[in-house]
């Protein structure tokens, strides 16, 4: 998989978890492990898409 789909690829997942962490926040009640589990999730892509795109740029 080319770098620049793979990047792509990983932002859509990236906002899809944004999306998912806003609908928890809006629910009644929020299992705390699995908001923190999706927040590292989150994160963690972040960072992967970063480091693709300093590689990129070298």
Do not use: Y
Request: hydrophobic share 35%; aromatic share 0%; no cysteine.
């Amino acid at each position: 998989m080319p770098v620049e789909s793979h990047i792509n690829s990983l932002k859509i997942r990236h906002q899809e978890l944004d999306h998912q962490l806003e609908e928890m926040k809006v629910a009644s009640s929020v299992d705390q492990t699995e908001l923190r589990n999706l927040k590292q999730k989150k994160l963690a892509i972040k960072d992967k898409i970063e480091h693709l795109q300093s590689q990129k740029l070298n």
